[in-house]
C-alpha cells in the first residue's frame, strides 16, 4: 500500500495526458488537487471523478499566459485547502517543425506557454511558499532538451529555458523553503501531437508515440516519487523515458 501524500498540489495542463494523470494518481493517494487548464468542461468532469472516487479536487479556468490566472488557479488552492504544497508547471504544446518553416506565431506561443507560462507559476506561487516556509515546483520539460533532434529546435529551446530557469531558482534557493524538479520525459501517448501544423511532422509525431510512447501514468508516478521525499530531500532532474526510445 502505497503512503498517503496530504498534500495540497495545483497542476497546469490538467485537462489531458500527463496532468489529468498526475492529478488522479495524487488525489487518489490523498493529495488535494487544484486543476488548471482552458477546457474547463474536461476539468470539471475529472474533478467530478475524483471526488465520487472520495478524493478532494477543485477546478479553474487557467491560462497560463495570463498571469492573473495563475494567482487565481493558487489563491483557489489557498483558500479552500489552506495552502499550496506543490505546484505542477505542467502545461506545453509542442508547435514542431523545421525552423526553416519559419512558424514565428507558432515559436511565439511556444515560449508563451511553456516559458512564459512557468513564470506566471512562480510569481503566483513563489509568494506563498515563502509565506508558509515550504514549497515545491515541479515542471515537464523533456528529452527533446536533453536530445535535440531535426524539427524540435525551438520547442527544445523552451524546455532547455525552463530547465535552465528552475537550475537558477535552486541556485538562489538554498534556505530550504524551495524544492524544485524538472521532470523530462520521452516519449508519452498523449495528445501533445494534435498541435503540430506542419502535417507531415505531426504524422510522424503519431507514428513514433504510436510505436514507442509509454503512459502518461508513468510520469505521473515519477512526479509522485518526487513529492513524496521528506522536505529536506529535493529531487532536481528525472528523466523518464520508453526503454526503447533513442
Ligand atoms: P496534452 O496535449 O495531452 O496536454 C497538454 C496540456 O496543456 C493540456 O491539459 C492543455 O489543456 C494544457 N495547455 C495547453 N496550452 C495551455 C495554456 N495556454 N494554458 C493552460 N493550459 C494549457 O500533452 P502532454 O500531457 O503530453 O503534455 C504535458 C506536458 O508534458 C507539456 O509541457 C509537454 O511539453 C510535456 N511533454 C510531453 C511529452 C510527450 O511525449 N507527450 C514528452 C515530453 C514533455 P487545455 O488545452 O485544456 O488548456
Known sequence: MPAIIDQVVAITGASSGIGEATARLLAARGAAVVLGARRTDRLDRLAADLRAAGGRAVTRATDVTRREDLERLVDLATSEYGRLDVLVGNAGIARTGPVADL????????????????????????????????????????????????????????????????????????????????????????????????????????????????????VARAIAFAIEQPEDVEIGEIVIRPTVQG
Not at 506565431?105 to 506563498?128: E, F, K, R, S, Y
Not at 515546483?137 to 524546455?159: D, E, H, R
Not at 534557493?173 to 498523449?190: F, I, K, M, N, Q
Open 103 to 218: 512558424d514565428v506565431a507558432g515559436w511565439t506561443q511556444m515560449i508563451d506557454v511553456n516559458l512564459v507560462g512557468v513564470l506566471h507559476g512562480i510569481a503566483a506561487a513563489l509568494p506563498v511558499f515563502r509565506r508558509q516556509g515550504h514549497g515545491h515546483l515541479v515542471t515537464t520539460v523533456s528529452t527533446s532538451g536533453l536530445k535535440i533532434v531535426p524539427t524540435q529546435a525551438v520547442y527544445a529551446a523552451t524546455k532547455n529555458a525552463v530547465r535552465t530557469l528552475l537550475e537558477g531558482l535552486r541556485q538562489e534557493s538554498t534556505d530550504g523553503v524551495l524544492r524544485t524538479t524538472a521532470v523530462s520525459p520521452g516519449y508519452v501517448r498523449t495528445e501533445l501531437a494534435d498541435w503540430i501544423d506542419n502535417a507531415e511532422v505531426r504524422e510522424q509525431v503519431r507514428q513514433d508515440m504510436e510505436r514507442l510512447a509509454i503512459a502518461p501514468e508513468a
